[in-house]
């Protein structure tokens, strides 16, 4: 039977960042430290962090690269394959672990959740070549958002009429045009600080609007 992971969650503010730092096992102390936003916007990047550590000659028993792999799904699988989902992270190690000494690397990437609702984020370290797991973590969940979606694509909305704006007033010609226009970018400069306030306030600081 595969060992699980032992995990320690922490949530840092409220709806702000998940982390979780998990253990391979007692006897393979391999550890997966991941941050990632506790909400997310659908369609919208949702960046994940994983930081791998391992004791000297943990990982010496590879026999290829070492991966790190991330998926937000509904339910995890028993590896990143059958974990079906939306990729966030799927990458090679760099480095790679040297025979007999401690390692620490970090990996970084993204996805666009394509649905709404509570999902798991399912991470998985992997020797490439046989597919032997050497940790996992299924301790994290996202929320993926409506009012967050609903939020941040009204901020964007405005965030673009607002830059459309300001390149209309510098390419204006005309005191009576440059005076319109620059009322308009004012008020839309007010409607995306309040945008952004109510975005804040429905997915947390940790989501980029």
Do not use: W
Request: aromatic content about 4%.
């Amino acid at each position: 039977m595969r060992a699980r992971a032992a995990v320690l969650a922490v949530l840092v503010g409220t709806l702000v960042l998940s982390a979780s730092l998990a253990a391979a096992d007692s006897f393979t102390p391999v550890t997966l430290s991941i941050t990632v936003a506790s909400v997310a916007r659908l369609h919208a990047p949702l960046k994940v962090t994983v930081k791998v550590g391992a004791d000297p000659g943990v990982l010496d028993t590879r026999e290829g690269p070492m991966r790190i792999e991330v998926k937000l799904a509904s339910e995890c699988g028993s590896n990143f394959q059958t974990s079906p989902g939306v990729t966030l992270l799927n990458r090679q190690l760099n480095p790679q672990p040297a025979t007999g000494r401690a390692y620490s690397a970090t990996a970084t990437g993204s996805g666009r959740p394509n649905s709404y609702g509570t999902q798991t984020v399912c991470t998985f370290l992997e020797d490439t070549d046989v597919g032997r797991e050497y940790a996992n973590d299924e301790s994290i969940q996202v929320k993926v958002s409506k009012p967050c979606t609903v939020a941040g694509s009204r901020y964007d909305a405005v965030h673009s009429a607002l830059a459309r704006a300001k390149r209309e007033l510098r390419r204006a010609r005309g005191r009576a045009a440059r005076r319109r226009l620059a009322r308009l970018v004012a008020k839309r400069q007010l409607r995306l600080t309040r945008d952004r306030r109510l975005g804040v306030a429905a997915c947390g600081p940790g989501v980029p609007l």
